[in-house]
């Protein structure tokens, strides 16, 4: 069966420093792979996706992600997080075959320390 | 840009009420979403419309149900709220499937 996993609840960091939020998947096929975020109080933003190409993707905000197909990974980076960047991330995974299918993972909280 | 509406940011009800959440899009995109949103539980599809008048279940269809009578508008019906639908109901919409959905800013939905 499908599934997302974000491994880490919670991440704390302090502003300035770098950030990786982790994503593993489990599908068969390649799948179509996604990075939500979610500040308080507000709707999902889609910062960036992977369809196929390039496995390094760039996205808003400064954001990018790397599908490495060996490892089932599609983690989250940023270079220097910035106190606006606190919110809720959700990595998410689609897939087309028999139908249309579509998860998200429970999410990662990031905090971000002054 | 795309903007996906839901009429209300709070709403209280009681136990046993038939509930209406309402979700609007303006970019004619075919299908539209219903998630809820729990702690420690993500995002879980409710139903999802590829066109009108057109329905499809998702991982937790029961106790609600979906109307979509015109394209821009997408309405999860709670038939007989209980306190466990107390949450974060989310609508989205998009062009393509699942891809590139994009999210309305949600209902928060308290069952008493």
């Known amino acids: 069966a499908q599934s997302v996993t974000q491994p880490d609840i919670h991440i704390t960091v302090s502003e300035g420093a770098s950030l990786e939020l982790r994503c593993n998947y489990s599908?068969?096929?390649?799948?179509?792979l996604f990075w939500y975020v979610q500040s308080p109080g507000q709707g999902l933003q889609l910062l960036l996706k992977y369809f196929s190409g390039d496995t390094l993707v760039q996205g808003i905000k400064g954001f990018e992600a790397e599908f490495k197909r060996s490892q089932s990974s599609f983690n989250l980076r940023k270079p220097s997080v910035h106190w606006s960047d606190a919110a809720e991330y959700f990595c998410?995974?689609?897939?087309?075959?028999?139908?249309?299918?579509?998860?998200f993972g429970k999410g990662t909280r990031l905090l971000v320390k002054p | 840009d795309v903007k996906v509406t839901q009429s209300s940011r709070y709403l209280v009800k009681r136990t046993g009420e038939k509930v209406f959440l309402e979700c609007v899009q303006d970019m004619d995109h075919e299908n539209m979403f219903w998630y809820r949103q729990d702690p420690g539980l993500g995002l879980r599809l409710i139903y999802f419309?590829?066109?009108?008048?057109?329905?499809e279940k998702g991982d937790i269809p029961e106790g609600y149900s979906v109307s979509r009578e015109k394209k821009e508008r997408f309405s999860l019906i709670l038939e007989s709220a209980s306190t466990n639908q107390t949450s974060m109901y989310l609508c989205?919409?998009?062009?393509?499937?699942?891809?590139?959905?994009?999210f309305g800013d949600g209902t928060r939905l308290s069952i008493l």
């Open positions: 989205a919409s998009s062009r393509l499937g699942f891809l590139s959905q994009h």
């Open positions: 419309s590829y066109d009108v008048k057109m329905k």
């Open positions: 599908y068969g096929a390649t799948p179509y």
């Open positions: 998410a995974v689609g897939a087309t075959g028999q139908g249309f299918s579509f998860i």
